[in-house]
Nanobody
């Protein structure tokens, strides 16, 4: 069993930065960050392999978001720069792949409760 707790969501102006954190209790392998707006499907933003050597990004965030992990703290981070209005979403952390598609919401066994990111002008 893995429990995930996200933090770091906030309201920020367009062009600004935020760093989200996801602390895992238990044995987490692949981890990912997903986002979802009301009424829309949850979409993958970024994912990272167990050792941190491989990362994956959605085209919409590539070059602006960076996923990383601190294995000693069992925590994964999402550094978000140059935030846009369309980045406004509830962000969710996920852990432990059950399918080899790291940016698919159907691929993870465990989910956090989410943290809200709101980008405004």
């Amino acid at each position: 069993q893995v429990q995930l707790v996200e933090s770091g969501g906030a309201s920020v102006q367009a062009g600004g930065s935020l760093r989200l954190s996801c602390a895992a209790s238990g044995s987490a392998d692949f981890m990912g960050w997903f986002r979802q707006a009301p009424g829309k499907e949850r979409e993958g933003a970024a994912a990272i392999s167990t050792g941190g050597g491989r990362t994956y990004y959605a085209e919409s965030v590539k070059g602006r978001f960076t996923i990383s992990r601190d294995s000693a703290k069992n925590t994964v981070y999402l550094q978000m720069n140059s935030l846009k209005l369309e980045d406004t979403d509830q962000y969710y952390c996920a852990a432990n792949l059950v399918r080899a598609v790291p940016l698919s919401h159907a691929s993870y066994r465990y989910w956090g409760q989410g943290t809200q990111v709101t980008v405004s002008t």
